[in-house]
């Protein structure tokens, strides 16, 4: 419960930004999710390779088609591109 208050807190405190978590709320929030989850009998790492398998399915023909692209750019022309696609996706190093 101690996690839940924190975390909560944090949340409350940053008010309507986003921010990108620190490691120590990436870790609060995977304890209380696995908490969470073992309370109803789900397994977190099964829950957490559905996930990473539908990222794959719904990402996996723009990416291929992406790279072919990639392969036919100039090297600017690829950082360039590479950029646009980074937007919005975050680097947990789960």
């Known amino acids: 419960m101690k996690l839940l208050k924190s975390s909560l807190l944090t949340i409350k405190n940053r008010g309507d930004r986003v921010a990108k978590p620190n490691a120590k709320e990436i870790k609060e929030k995977k304890?209380?999710?696995k908490t969470m989850m073992n309370f109803y009998g789900l397994n977190y790492n099964e829950w957490l390779h559905?996930?990473?398998?539908?990222?794959?399915?719904?990402?996996l023909m723009s990416f291929m088609q992406a790279q072919n692209s990639a392969a036919t750019l100039s090297d600017s022309?690829?950082?360039?591109?590479?950029?646009?696609r980074s937007q919005?996706?975050?680097n947990t190093n789960e």
Not at 77 to 84: F, L, Q, S
């Open 31 to 33: 304890e209380i999710a």
């Open 50 to 59: 559905n996930k990473h398998q539908e990222f794959i399915d719904e990402n």
């Open 77 to 84: 022309e690829r950082n360039d591109a590479h950029t646009d």
């Open 88 to 90: 919005g996706f975050e």
